[in-house]
C-alpha cells in the first residue's frame, strides 16, 4: 500500500495545521477576554467583582 503514504502525510500535515490555527485562536480569545475584562475593572469600579 505505497499509495496511502502520501494521502497520510497530508493528514498529518492538515492536522498539525489546524492544531496550530486552534491554538492561535484560543490565545487569540484569551488575550481578548483578559483585555475586556481589564476595562471593564476600570470602567465599573462600583460594582467589586474578582475576575
Given at each position: 500500500?505505497?499509495?496511502?503514504?502520501?494521502?497520510?502525510?497530508?493528514?498529518?500535515?492538515?492536522?498539525?495545521?489546524?492544531?496550530?490555527?486552534?491554538?492561535?485562536?484560543?490565545?487569540n480569545?484569551?488575550?481578548?477576554?483578559?483585555?475586556?475584562?481589564?476595562?471593564?475593572?476600570?470602567?465599573i469600579?462600583k460594582?467589586?467583582?474578582?475576575?
Amino acid at each position: 500500500m505505497p499509495q496511502m503514504k502520501p494521502i497520510n502525510w497530508l493528514l498529518i500535515f492538515f492536522l498539525c495545521l489546524i492544531s496550530l490555527f486552534v491554538m492561535m485562536i484560543m490565545i487569540n480569545t484569551f488575550y481578548i477576554i483578559l483585555t475586556f475584562k481589564n476595562k471593564m475593572k476600570k470602567k465599573i469600579k462600583k460594582w467589586k467583582w474578582s475576575w
